[in-house]
């Protein structure tokens, strides 16, 4: 129960990267692969948060008299994860345009009716 | 200090990414005052880019050039580190660009054109970052700038093909770079730092389990972009549906600059020479599977994209020699790949302009009607099989040769599997050479010829490989600098850390 709780946001995190995986994988409609790849991305913004996240940790600023160091939590992966945020955003948005063109010229979805491009 | 202008030792580097982002994001406003302007920016940005890559290369030879962009000391700030394979790299790309940019001068027409200028500005300063970027995550950052400004030139024709590569280029492409961004995290988690040089520097007390795994997904989601076999299922569609432009700089920068990343990775950061061999015989791998599927071809321009997988096998296999001579074999390689592939689909753009299609066949007599961009095609078939006195020959040569150096019955038969390859180029490209100039064509004989603009580049291209090809040492001091610049970390760490 100890290792549950200490590394619930590990497993949380190694979950959606491992769902939004699967989704990417095993399903056929486009958006919901574009939702898998939101879920990954997701997954991994969640790890990168945990790996600098320390328990009852403050924010890295010296407001008050008092507070340690040691107690912070690391911005660094903070900055990280909004810069990662935006790219998500960028791509999502990309994926989203291109699957509305693509419904245009094939009026569907289904990535195995779509099969143009072969080796 | 100068920020933003001179250094003590030269130009400041960070021009290189500076010039042509601010260019891209000018381009819209640009557009405003003139539509017919928009078209010279690229030219300008990387005819600027060009002269000042050129000019630091002497002082970057003396000593590598790091720049603190925050001002802070390594490690804790983002740096740019302008070391031989830096600076040899943004020059490739800098010339890369400006031709191809003075090729769209006429070459793109249609669509939204001043969208296509800034998607271009803005490839070519991702891959600029990528290869100047002395921090891991920055280098993610510009990774993904010409990774989605490459989705959206993929798709710019919008027709079905293009629509259909991209989404499958960017579903692909996401991916990697998830997993690229879950090994920072994870190399982050261990030592607490982002600076490539300080990871290298703390990751020899590591044990090996820890950094096997971040080592995989980096390579893992690094090699989909450079194009590694298994991972290379997006870029026959993507390359063969871009606009040939476009195709030019995929096949000539995109991926190299993708196999810089797993290359930096695996020298500088992970010390990975225990791995090496898989590499080897991957590339290898990489290299058949690429030139057996060129070999079946009847489209043009996926015959082309093919070739490029093939290429990137054999610049694989020679770098994971891990000797001097294998890595500047390599990166010769890529030189050379870069200038003739980018001259191929550069000629083979118009000849697919000319005859508006992409079959073979339909180049039937081509070589009477548009002789120099025949010749010029030509050219690069033969400086990419590796024929004398084009830059093929020289840099293959150099791999051949550091191979022979690595003694023992397992590399004489990858030999044998390379110079096989190479036949098979030969011959796929020998066809298309046939079909050009000795099948006679049923339409007029009327003679049309690709536009001026589109003419230069190629008339460059065709004059560099056969310098190059003539002259091989006027590359080799950077190319010898450059290998040791990846060979020995120590130095790196040092020039970075100070």
């Given at each position: 129960m100890d290792f549950l709780s200490n590394n619930i946001y590990y497993i949380g995190a190694f979950g959606l990267i491992f769902i939004g995986l699967f989704i990417i994988l095993v399903k056929h409609n486009l958006i919901k692969v574009i939702i898998g790849i939101s879920v990954l991305e997701t997954g991994v913004n969640l790890f990168l948060i945990a790996v600098g996240y320390i328990s009852k940790g403050t924010a890295?600023?010296?407001?008050?008299?008092?507070?340690?160091?040691?107690q912070m939590v690391d911005p660094v992966p903070q900055a990280l994860v909004l810069t990662a945020i935006v790219i998500g955003v960028a791509v999502l948005a990309m994926a989203l345009s291109l699957a509305i063109r693509l419904y245009k010229h094939y009026?569907?979805?289904d990535l195995r009716k779509i099969k143009e491009q072969r080796w | 200090m100068g920020e933003l202008g001179l250094l003590s030792n030269g130009v400041n580097p960070v021009l290189l990414i500076l010039v042509p982002l601010g260019l891209a994001f000018l381009v819209p406003l640009i557009g405003f005052i003139s539509?017919?302007?928009?078209?010279?920016i690229p030219v300008i940005a990387f005819l600027f880019n060009l002269t000042v890559a050129l000019t630091l290369i002497p002082n970057v030879l003396k000593q590598p050039i790091v720049v603190k962009i925050g001002g802070?000391?390594?490690?804790?700030c983002i740096n740019l580190v302008a070391g031989p394979i830096g600076i040899l790299f943004s020059t490739l790309i800098a010339l890369a660009g400006l031709l191809v940019s003075i090729y769209a001068?006429?070459?793109?027409?249609?669509?939204?054109t001043e969208k296509y200028h800034m998607l271009y500005l803005l490839l070519l300063t991702g891959a600029t970052g990528v290869v100047l970027t002395g921090d891991i995550f920055n280098l993610f950052v510009f990774f993904e700038i010409l990774c989605i400004s490459s989705y959206a030139l993929v798709a710019y024709l919008g027709n079905k093909a293009g629509i259909e590569s991209s989404i499958k280029y960017l579903i692909q492409g996401s991916v990697g770079s998830s997993l690229f961004l879950l090994g920072i995290g994870l190399l982050y988690g261990q030592?607490?730092?982002?600076?490539m040089a300080d990871i290298a520097n703390q990751i020899q007390s590591a044990s090996s389990p820890s950094i096997f795994v971040p080592m995989v997904l980096m390579i893992t989601g690094l090699g989909v972009e450079a194009a590694i076999f298994p991972l290379n299922a997006w870029l026959p569609d993507a390359h063969s549906s871009a606009p040939s432009s476009i195709s030019a700089i995929l096949s000539g920068i995109a991926i190299e600059v993708g196999l810089y990343a797993v290359v930096r990775v695996l020298f500088?950061?992970?010390?990975a020479s225990n791995f090496l061999m898989f590499f080897v015989f991957l590339g290898v791998l990489t290299l058949l599977i690429g030139e057996m599927s060129a070999f079946s071809q009847k489209n043009i321009k996926r015959m082309l994209a093919y070739s490029s997988i093939g290429q990137i096998g054999l610049i694989v296999f020679a770098v994971s020699l891990n000797t001097q001579y294998g890595v500047s074999a390599g990166l010769f390689q890529m030189i050379s790949h870069t200038l003739g592939k980018g001259l191929l689909f550069l000629a083979a753009g118009y000849m697919i302009y000319r005859?508006?299609?992409?079959?073979?066949?339909?180049?039937?007599?081509i070589g009477k009607k548009m002789p120099y961009t025949s010749l010029a095609f030509t050219i690069g078939t033969f400086s990419l099989i590796g024929l004398?006195?084009?830059?093929?020959f020289p840099s293959k040569f150099m791999i051949i040769k550091a191979a022979l150096a690595k003694e023992g019955i397992l590399f004489t038969v990858l030999i044998g599997l390379v110079l096989l390859g190479t036949v098979i180029e030969g011959a796929y490209f020998f066809r298309v050479v046939q079909v050009i100039y000795f099948k006679k064509g049923n339409g007029n004989p009327e003679r049309k010829e690709a536009p001026i603009t589109g003419l230069i580049p190629m008339f460059i291209f065709v004059i560099l490989i056969l310098l190059i090809g003539v002259?091989?040492?006027?590359?080799t001091k950077i190319l010898n600098s450059a290998a040791s610049e990846l060979l020995n970390k120590i130095d790196y760490i040092r020039s970075v850390l100070g």
């Open positions: 890295p600023i010296f407001s008050k008299p008092g507070i340690n160091a040691n009026a569907t979805l | 539509k017919k302007i928009i078209k010279y802070f000391a390594p490690p804790f001068l006429s070459y793109i027409k249609e669509g939204p030592f607490g730092t982002l600076n500088t950061i992970f010390d005859t508006a299609s992409m079959d073979i066949s339909s180049f039937e007599g004398p006195p084009f830059i093929g002259y091989p040492n006027l590359i």
